[in-house]
Every structure is written in structure tokens, then in C-alpha cells.
């Protein structure tokens, strides 16, 4: 089950990365995502391993998987 949520202006997605243990590590995911086209905000939880973006428009699975990759971690998948 993907958990989004649409609205006109905005899509959020949550996705699971592995790895995340820290604040530091929380930062370093947000950093690289936020760096995406039409990402508006990033919210990673490293005890949850949840990361909510919010966007203009659903993001591209594998340039989030680069994203996450480029930080460090594993991207498991949408939640």
C-alpha cells in the first residue's frame, strides 16, 4: 500500500530507507532529496526509517533511490 496523499498542488509520498541511525543521518537524506526538481519539503525520521516528501508532482522513484543512494543509505521502497 503506497501511502500519498494529493492535493492540488502537492503530492506526498513516504518512503522506508535502511540505514538512517542519527539526526546527521536524518539531514544527510533530506539534503540529497531536496536537491530534487519539485520537491518542496523532506522529512526524515531515522527510528522509523520514514521519509515524507512533499512535492509538485509525483517524484520518480529511481531519482529518489539516486538521491538516498548519493547519501549513504538504502532506499527500501514506498510505504
Excluded at 506526498?12 to 543521518?25: D, I, L, Q
Excluded at 530534487?36 to 521519509?51: C, F, R, Y
Excluded at 515524507?52 to 538521491?67: K, N, W
Amino acid at each position: 500500500m503506497t501511502a500519498q496523499t494529493d492535493t492540488p498542488d502537492t503530492v506526498t509520498a513516504v518512503y522506508k530507507v535502511s540505514g538512517m541511525s542519527c539526526g546527521h543521518c536524518e539531514g544527510a537524506v533530506s539534503a540529497e532529496i531536496s536537491e530534487l526538481p519539485g520537491v518542496g519539503s523532506v522529512k526524515a525520521v531515522a527510528s522509523t526509517g520514514e521519509v515524507t516528501v512533499v512535492s509538485a508532482a509525483p517524484l520518480d522513484e529511481a531519482a529518489v533511490r539516486a538521491a538516498v543512494d548519493e547519501a549513504g543509505f538504502e532506499l527500501v521502497g514506498r510505504v
